[in-house]
């Protein structure tokens, strides 16, 4: 019972506005990836796509999303993960409404690619914010709750297209997403950066009261020590560790399983 309170305690008001707006995001994530199924059945015949064109307009998000992906934690680090969320959000809610204004398949497909930028930089920064933010106690449940978003936004994209299809309308089916992105938006101006980014640079005092404010029972001194000996080693280490030593087998399952779980079409629409 103790064990169980003391859990509660620990989950803040800030904490709960952190797995709000990550189970969002992770909503517009999975909605924008699967509104398409239902656009093409609207689309193809609106714009007269052959079969290329419609492989181009299809595949544009996922291209998006490779180069968004790659270059992500680049951007998180200079910026910080709020900024960068705010870019995400700013992303989602442009692009997606732009989908809808699309006078030919050209402009969409460029319009799609950006929106997969955004959705490559938001898979890394939102559950990296979490992994900042969260406290121990509550971490592992934020980042399942993101994945199952996400997978609920799929799934709500295909009752939202079955429910349009009367109106045979894809510019509203693809635009939709561009209303929750405006409320995420307003909730991640709310959000502080993390602990983890203040410390990088050089922001100690910020970053102790910040996980003060995160994790009541902490001792935010000591984390802090222990969050600044995890970046002196991150700055010694390469991404050649993850298969050497001890990391080799986690670092061929992890990396393995994300090569499967694309090349399989797990993701695909």
């Known amino acids: 019972m103790e064990e169980g309170a003391a859990r509660v305690r620990s989950v803040s008001r800030l904490n709960v506005l952190i797995a709000i ?6 909503l517009i994530y999975g909605y924008d990836l699967g509104s398409i199924a239902s656009a093409l059945l609207f689309l193809v015949p609106d714009f007269g796509l ?15 999303q490779l180069f968004g992906a790659f270059f992500a934690g680049r951007i998180s680090n200079t910026i910080g993960r709020k900024r960068s969320l705010v870019l995400v959000a700013l992303g989602y809610a442009a692009f997606a409404g732009l989908q809808g204004l699309a006078p030919n398949e050209w402009f969409l497909t460029v319009v799609r690619f950006l929106l997969g930028l955004a959705i490559g930089i938001s898979i890394v920064v939102a559950p990296a914010y979490i992994a900042e933010s969260a406290p121990v106690s509550v971490r592992g449940s934020m980042l399942v709750t993101f994945q199952i978003a996400t997978t609920s936004g799929i799934a709500i994209a295909y009752f939202v297209g079955a429910a349009l299809a009367p109106t045979e309308s894809w510019r509203l ?4 997403s561009a209303i929750p992105a405006v409320i995420v938006l307003v909730l991640i101006f709310r959000l502080p950066d ?20 995160v994790e009541p029972d902490m001792d935010p001194d000591e984390e802090v020590r222990r969050i600044e000996d995890d970046l002196s080693y991150e700055e010694k280490g390469s991404f050649a560790e993850l298969f050497q ?11 393995g399983l994300g090569f ?10």
């Open 21 to 26: 707006t990550a189970a969002i995001i992770g």
């Open 50 to 64: 052959s079969t290329f064109m419609t492989s181009v307009v299809t595949s544009a998000v996922v291209l998006g």
């Open 173 to 176: 089916i693809l635009s939709l």
């Open 194 to 213: 993390t602990a983890r980014w203040l410390l990088m640079n050089g922001q100690r005092e910020e970053a102790t009261d910040l996980l003060r404010r």
């Open 245 to 255: 030593g001890r990391f080799r087998k986690a670092g061929i399952f992890v990396v």
């Open 260 to 269: 499967l779980v694309q090349i399989t079409g797990i993701n695909a629409n």
